[in-house]
């Protein structure tokens, strides 16, 4: 309906798509590929699931194997390989050893160019694992299925506490390190954690951020909000030296790195876990201001990011392998730690900001180490592009390999990416999935698929998308038409609910297209991804962002209704609207449109105390591009803010109908004076495409 209202029909804007021109990998890429014999797709076509994922299940090493592959008689919470047992930490580590103690495991780069990588071998990795382990069971009395927080930044005691928390069946659940210590609280809160793991400090930019002060932020939040954290355990950026301002709490706060002098020489069992027990979890954000918590499994998911590695990241046991993502995201949980590690890979990760000092910084990482299969996302690859175009070419590297993730690539971007930084000789996977889906579901086969820039592809292997429409009709298969991407079946890699909301997870991700909701089969129960999506006739899908209230900026989940609650703690803000805005470098950035108590006029310091909020709140990537504080906000007669007409007017675009308003006069007024300061400071923005017109008319959903 509310397409149709803008003036655009979902046939319209099919029309305007221009089709990209496909490529193929080399020759050489193919004669190397795991998956290059096209018959790994007639092992995983739909006659052949669930089945078709024993197949990844066996990169992994049980300690009993399953009985059944899919237990779906609790829809949609499904279960994975039940019956079967296994330890993630074992999988990645101890099952390594044999054959590869000296390998390794994790290239450390810190961000002073003049402090060395740190090393980790595999044998080194268990030794840290065991002792950390030895550690949490003994001083911290945790014990399987207990949830600990962690706030660590990107430094190789991030993996080594995830995989000690594995080998006790403890739940993890990294934060982001930007995220704030407020935001770091709430998840503590939401997640029943009595243990905070963290960092004194990291660097950034040439700064060593003080990181401990977020730890104390944390705590205190989540104590007002009825969590005690009992114990605070701080790693040294510099082992020995303390590099905060902030006092360690008596009796709460310990050092990692003095407590770890009683564990030397600790080994820990393996605990053997059930398939379907959770491994770790991992919030993003939701249409509500509540972040969600996604669970995923031990079993399912690790066979899953073990299998995606191998066939989608092609890793074989002699490359090097570099995913520039954090691991406080899923990627960096799939992609530099499980997957990889899991595949007795060495995995590559780098403290700090990718063009830091200067623009060539990533190519000599990659050069020095011999990086040959790298992985990132469009804000980064723009951002390397605008500081340095011509700077891979000055560098020795080669990559077989290259990923992007996380939010739609501009077909320009993609063809500098394949040009410039893999020089011609590098394939490309375009990889659709979300920190609910655990790994890649919407990617081309590297050797197998043609890369086609601007789209991720079909579905990954055994996994079978579909494009429903308002109505719940199947969007004809290629016809290029856009609608909600779904996905049609289980597959061992989703989330297995949301922490603590399994109600939530039913209405949010099932609810809309489920056919019937006593059925027990899963082909009444699609995923629904909250994507927009079209496919193409030769089967690709072309991602268009998300349908709900969530705003992708560089690659990071921002839900509207979080930055408005954060807007609302500034006590001049009545009324809040977070709407996207067009942003060259970051795809999309936050603008706030505020209302102000009665009374009160506009200043910039009440404009700066918002900004200043939601940097508080959730964190600096959340900082809006510009707080507008408006006379009144354009409202539907039920009173509910009109987002795409605001959206509309901070892109320039046309703002829809805007008759049904309760208020329409005030459209004008406020477009006015958005726009005539927006190009008073230049920033006019280029014509926008037919599909980013049609994300803006869509957005907010209220209609
Ligand atoms: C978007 C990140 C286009 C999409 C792994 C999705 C993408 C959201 C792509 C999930 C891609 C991710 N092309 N859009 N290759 N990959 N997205 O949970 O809107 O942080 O729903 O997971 O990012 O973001 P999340």
Same mark, same amino acid.
């Given at each position: ?21 496909c ?10 590929a ?18 078709c ?43 390594? $050893?044999?054959?590869?103690r ?16 740190r ?19 003994d ?8 949830r ?11 993996p ?7 080998r ?41 951020i003080d ?32 590099s ?50 996604c ?13 995606t ?11 090097t ?17 499980y ?7 060495t ?15 990533a190519?000599?990482?990659a050069e ?40 739609p ?14 020089? !011609? ?16 579901i ?5 050797? $197998? ?58 209405r ?12 027990k ?44 609650s ?20 970051? !795809? ?6 505020v209302?102000?108590?009665p ?8 404009a ?21 504080i ?46 005539a ?27």
């Amino acid at each position: 309906m509310a397409r149709q209202e803008a003036g655009v029909t979902e046939a319209q804007i099919a029309v305007h798509w221009k089709e990209e021109e496909c490529l193929t990998p080399s020759v050489k890429f193919i004669g190397q590929a795991h998956a290059s014999d096209p018959s790994i797709l007639q092992r995983f076509t739909e006659d052949k699931f669930p089945e078709c994922f024993r197949e990844y299940a066996d990169l992994l090493t049980w300690d009993q194997y399953w009985h059944t592959t899919l237990d779906t008689s609790n829809p949609p919470f499904w279960k994975w390989f039940v019956g079967g047992k296994l330890n993630a930490s074992y999988n990645c580590v101890d099952r390594h $050893l044999e054959q590869n103690r000296n390998k390794a495991a994790l290239i450390c780069v810190p961000e002073p160019e003049d402090e060395e990588d740190r090393v980790i071998t595999y044998q080194e990795l268990y030794v840290q694992v065991n002792e950390f382990a030895a550690l949490l069971r003994d001083c911290c009395g945790l014990k399987a299925g207990d949830r600990v927080t962690f706030h660590l930044p990107m430094l190789p005691e991030l993996p080594v506490s995830m995989l000690a928390c594995a080998r006790l069946g403890v739940i993890h659940s990294q934060v982001f390190g930007g995220f704030s210590g407020q935001a770091c609280g709430d998840r503590i809160v939401d997640s029943g954690s009595h243990v905070l793991i963290t960092m004194d400090a990291y660097y950034r930019n040439g700064d060593l951020i003080d990181h401990k002060v977020k730890a104390d932020q944390a705590a205190e939040h989540a104590e007002r909000n009825g969590m005690k954290v009992d114990k605070v355990l701080v790693w040294q950026r510099y082992p020995g030296k303390y590099s905060s301002s902030v006092p360690m709490k008596d009796g709460r706060d310990y050092f990692v790195n003095d407590l770890l002098t009683e564990y030397r020489g600790a080994r820990v069992a393996p605990v053997s876990m059930p398939a379907e027990a959770p491994l770790f979890l991992m919030y993003t954000s939701g249409t509500t201001a509540k972040p969600k918590g996604c669970q995923h499994s031990t079993g399912g998911y690790l066979a899953y990011v073990a299998g995606t590695s191998k066939f989608y990241q092609d890793i074989h046991p002699e490359d090097t392998y570099w995913c520039m993502a954090d691991i406080g995201w899923i990627t960096g949980h799939s992609y530099i730690v499980y997957g990889p590690l899991a595949l007795c890979a060495t995995s590559v990760m780098y403290e700090g900001v990718p063009v830091y000092p200067d623009a060539g910084r990533a190519w000599r990482i990659a050069e020095r180490l011999n990086v040959n299969i790298f992985h990132t996302a469009p804000t980064t690859i723009r951002m390397l592009r605008k500081a340095g175009p011509d700077e891979p070419r000055k560098y020795q590297y080669h990559f077989k390999h290259m990923t992007t993730v996380g939010e739609p690539i501009e077909p320009e971007v993609w063809r500098w990416y394949y040009e410039a930084v893999g020089k !011609g000789e590098a394939v490309i996977v375009d990889t659709w999935w979300q920190t609910e889906t655990g790994g890649f579901i919407g990617t081309t086969l590297p050797a $197998l698929h043609p890369m086609k820039p601007g789209s991720c592809g079909p579905g990954a292997l055994g996994i079978f998308p579909a494009i429903y429409d308002e109505e719940g009709k199947e969007v004809e298969a290629g016809s290029g038409k856009a609608g909600n991407i779904c996905i049609r079946n289980p597959w061992p890699g989703i989330f297995q609910t949301i922490w603590g909301d399994p109600d939530r997870f039913v209405r949010t991700y099932f609810a809309k297209y489920c056919k019937n909701k006593d059925s027990k089969d899963w082909r009444d129960w699609p995923y629904l991804a909250g994507d927009g999506a079209t496919q193409a006739a030769d089967g690709y899908f072309r991602i268009l962002g998300r349908v709900d209230d969530v705003i992708n900026v560089a690659g990071h989940r921002l839900g509207t209704k979080e930055l408005e609650s954060a807007s609302l703690t500034v006590e001049e803000i009545t009324e809040a609207a977070a709407v996207p805005v067009l942003d060259e470098m970051r !795809g999309r950035a936050v603008e706030m449109y505020v209302a102000l108590r009665p009374g009160l006029s506009p200043s910039e310091e009440i404009a700066t105390k918002v900004s200043k909020a939601i940097e508080d709140i959730i964190g600096k990537i959340a900082r809006p591009k510009h707080v507008w504080i408006v006379p009144d906000m354009p409202k539907t007669r039920s009173g509910k803010i009109m987002r795409r007409v605001l959206a509309g007017i901070s892109n320039f675009a046309d703002p829809g109908d805007i008759m049904t308003l309760a208020n329409p006069e005030i459209v004008e007024e406020v477009r006015h004076k958005v726009q005539a300061e927006k190009v008073a400071i230049g920033e006019v923005p280029r014509e926008l495409s037919p599909e980013e017109l049609e994300e803006i008319k869509r957005f907010g959903n209220v209609d």
